[in-house]
């Protein structure tokens, strides 16, 4: 059960797949959802989508790679809200699948990047000080079992996993500016192989059972992990 005065849920790239299944998770638990797409006809799509369902939910275009353009779309939201008390980082790439790190165009290590590290980081940078001055607010970074160093022991892939790896880091390393006193939890789910435009038709988890973790961590009550990377609710080594 969410707290009363907590009400807004941000989940980027949520016009599909993983990021749709937990916004239409979080509105039926009766949050105030944004939806986020760099089309918004998409996006709102899904917001209608979620508010003919019983929900409440409104949808934005939003490169995440875009610096100027998340500036202006968090004082939008905070201008027009107030407040984001759940920020998910949903929206993820991979361009070079299996591809060997000797092989690896630069280009898709920059570009994997800027989606899956410096997004997140940003979008975290926009609303951590809000959800400070408040002493509320659940983060959740949405990554992958193959950025675990620990697990990590077949090559290729390097731009992917290692951008995971990273927003691990950057997860574990927010999470310890978290004061006492301050009820916020900045974690890390792995949503294990599930079938995406990214997972592909093979995965054999469906979108819903993806977003489960994500869900769990963005909803968990006062006193809640905080800095810790979960796969199906367990923790999960780094």
């Given at each position: 059960m969410k707290p009363?005065?907590?009400?807004?849920a941000?989940?980027?790239?949520?016009?599909?797949?993983?990021?749709?299944?937990?916004?239409?998770?979080?509105?039926?638990?009766g949050?105030?959802?944004?939806?986020?797409?760099?089309?918004?006809?998409?996006?709102?799509a899904?917001?209608?989508?979620?508010?003919?369902?019983g929900?409440?939910?409104?949808?934005f275009?939003?490169?995440?790679?875009?610096?100027?353009a998340?500036?202006?779309?968090?004082?939008?939201?905070?201008?027009?809200?107030?407040?984001?008390?759940?920020?998910?980082?949903?929206?993820?790439?991979?361009l070079?699948?299996?591809?060997?790190g000797?092989?690896?165009?630069?280009?898709?290590?920059r570009?994997?990047?800027?989606?899956?590290?410096?997004a997140p980081?940003?979008l975290?940078?926009?609303?951590?000080?809000?959800?400070?001055?408040?002493?509320?607010?659940?983060?959740?970074n949405?990554?992958?079992?193959?950025?675990?160093?620990?697990?990590?022991?077949?090559a290729g892939?390097?731009?992917?996993r290692?951008?995971?790896?990273?927003?691990?880091?950057?997860?574990?390393?927010?999470?310890?500016?978290?004061e006492?006193?301050?009820?916020?939890q900045?974690n890390?789910?792995?949503?294990?192989?599930v079938?995406?435009?990214?997972?592909?038709?093979?995965?054999?988890?469906?979108?819903?059972?993806?977003?489960?973790?994500a869900?769990?961590?963005?909803?968990?009550?006062?006193?809640?992990?905080?800095?810790?990377?979960?796969?199906?609710?367990?923790?999960?080594?780094w």
């Amino acid at each position: 059960m969410k707290p009363a005065k907590f009400q807004i849920a941000l989940v980027t790239g949520s016009n599909k797949g993983i990021g749709e299944a937990i916004a239409t998770g979080l509105a039926a638990e009766g949050y105030t959802v944004l939806i986020t797409s760099r089309s918004l006809a998409k996006a709102v799509a899904v917001a209608q989508r979620l508010t003919q369902d019983g929900g409440k939910a409104y949808g934005f275009e939003l490169d995440v790679t875009n610096e100027e353009a998340v500036d202006h779309f968090a004082q939008q939201i905070l201008n027009q809200f107030g407040q984001v008390d759940i920020l998910v980082n949903n929206a993820g790439i991979a361009l070079d699948q299996w591809v060997q790190g000797q092989n690896l165009d630069l280009d898709y290590m920059r570009e994997t990047f800027a989606v899956n590290v410096f997004a997140p980081l940003h979008l975290i940078q926009k609303f951590l000080p809000q959800m400070k001055k408040q002493a509320f607010g659940r983060i959740v970074n949405v990554s992958s079992e193959l950025g675990s160093l620990e697990t990590m022991e077949m090559a290729g892939t390097v731009a992917y996993r290692s951008s995971k790896t990273a927003l691990n880091a950057v997860t574990k390393l927010l999470a310890l500016e978290i004061e006492d006193g301050e009820d916020i939890q900045i974690n890390a789910a792995c949503p294990g192989w599930v079938k995406t435009a990214l997972g592909g038709p093979e995965a054999p988890r469906s979108p819903k059972e993806g977003a489960d973790t994500a869900l769990w961590l963005a909803t968990q009550p006062k006193n809640g992990p905080n800095g810790k990377l979960f796969r199906d609710r367990s923790l999960y080594p780094w």
